[in-house]
């Protein structure tokens, strides 16, 4: 019968164990979060992206978005000018879209003509633009960073980007390193 007794050192050392295993538990689980590539500048795609990060925010989690490559144009406001850039960034800049307006659909665009019906469309049923879509974001606090490789890759400047209350500029580890505790990550 002593064999099975279990002293209060014993069992205070269990309790510990027991404390250290849940806490090493409670780090690996995934956050309340959604971590979101946003790799393609087409406007269907970018409505998608805006879409499900604010309506993740509206279901309480927080929501990172990695606007890189294609995507980084849309980021551009149109009204601002930045100093000197060398030939590709000036050929960069001419031949992408300068802001979110004038991106165009990922199919039947129809040299432009497909993407007015669709914002006409939109407009008409009352469906968010792709600017007010941005706009709601920043007030629902969706954080977005942009992808400094693509941003120098193209020659464009900080200076240039819209004005978003939680917009930063990183490399790929940074938001890696914000996915990794994700619950969701997509790719966009």
Same mark, same amino acid.
């Given at each position: 019968m002593e064999e099975n007794f279990v002293t209060k050192e014993i069992f205070e050392q269990q309790i510990e164990d027991i404390k250290k295993q849940l806490a090493a538990?409670? #780090?690996?689980? !995934?956050? %309340?979060? $959604?971590?979101?590539?946003v790799f393609s500048g087409d406007l269907d795609k970018l409505l998608a992206s805006f879409i499900i990060a604010t309506g993740a925010v509206a279901m309480g989690m927080d929501v990172v978005m990695f606007f890189t490559f294609w995507a980084t144009p849309a980021l551009r406001n149109p009204k601002k000018t930045t100093g000197e850039k060398d030939i590709m960034g000036k050929m960069f800049g001419a031949m992408l !879209? +300068?802001?979110?307006?004038?991106? +165009?659909?990922? +199919?039947? %665009?129809? #040299?432009?003509?497909?993407t007015k019906m669709m914002k006409? $469309?939109?407009?008409?049923? %009352?469906?968010?633009?792709? @600017?007010?879509?941005?706009?709601?974001?920043? @007030? $629902?606090?969706?954080?977005?960073?942009v992808c400094e490789m693509s941003m120098n890759l193209m020659g464009f400047k900080r200076e240039e980007m819209i004005d978003y209350p939680d917009i930063s500029y990183?490399?790929?580890? +940074?938001?890696l390193e914000d996915a990794l505790g994700s619950k969701i990550q997509l790719f966009i």
């Amino acid at each position: 019968m002593e064999e099975n007794f279990v002293t209060k050192e014993i069992f205070e050392q269990q309790i510990e164990d027991i404390k250290k295993q849940l806490a090493a538990i409670k #780090g690996a689980s !995934p956050q %309340n979060k $959604l971590s979101m590539v946003v790799f393609s500048g087409d406007l269907d795609k970018l409505l998608a992206s805006f879409i499900i990060a604010t309506g993740a925010v509206a279901m309480g989690m927080d929501v990172v978005m990695f606007f890189t490559f294609w995507a980084t144009p849309a980021l551009r406001n149109p009204k601002k000018t930045t100093g000197e850039k060398d030939i590709m960034g000036k050929m960069f800049g001419a031949m992408l !879209p +300068k802001g979110s307006g004038k991106v +165009k659909l990922s +199919k039947m %665009n129809m #040299g432009g003509m497909g993407t007015k019906m669709m914002k006409s $469309l939109m407009k008409k049923k %009352n469906v968010a633009s792709l @600017e007010q879509m941005i706009d709601m974001a920043a @007030e $629902l606090g969706v954080k977005i960073y942009v992808c400094e490789m693509s941003m120098n890759l193209m020659g464009f400047k900080r200076e240039e980007m819209i004005d978003y209350p939680d917009i930063s500029y990183c490399g790929v580890a +940074k938001f890696l390193e914000d996915a990794l505790g994700s619950k969701i990550q997509l790719f966009i």
